[in-house]
């Protein structure tokens, strides 16, 4: 079974990975979606978003940008990070089941800067 964590807002995709509303946590098998939940944010504080969704067994997180710091705790954690996803939070892991969503690196490197991520 491989768990996969999207941050969301409204079930899309959210744009900057630490501001989101929550996270969408799809358990998935036979590259099949069998169960989906959403955590609330608990709060941006720098470090803990990464190990609260890696400490819940996350093994992929699917985000529109992420900051550096966090990148480097979910690489630690062995969590994959796939950013530069937009649209749906499900069919983003429905993509990525499929093989068909490919991170594209988008790193955040100021959070007041946060209109600009992912871009």
Known sequence: MLKIAVASDNGMVTEHFGHCEGFMIFDTEDN??????????????????????????????????????????????????????????QTAVEKYLKGELKTTGSICHKHSHSDKCGK
């Open 32 to 89: 099949k979606i069998i169960k989906s939940e959403t955590l609330v944010n608990p709060g941006h504080r720098p470090g803990f978003l990464p190990n609260f969704l890696a400490d819940r067994g996350v093994n992929v997180i699917i985000s529109g940008g992420m900051g550096g710091g966090a990148i480097d705790i979910f690489n630690e954690r062995n969590v994959e990070v796939v950013v530069g996803a937009s649209g749906s939070a």
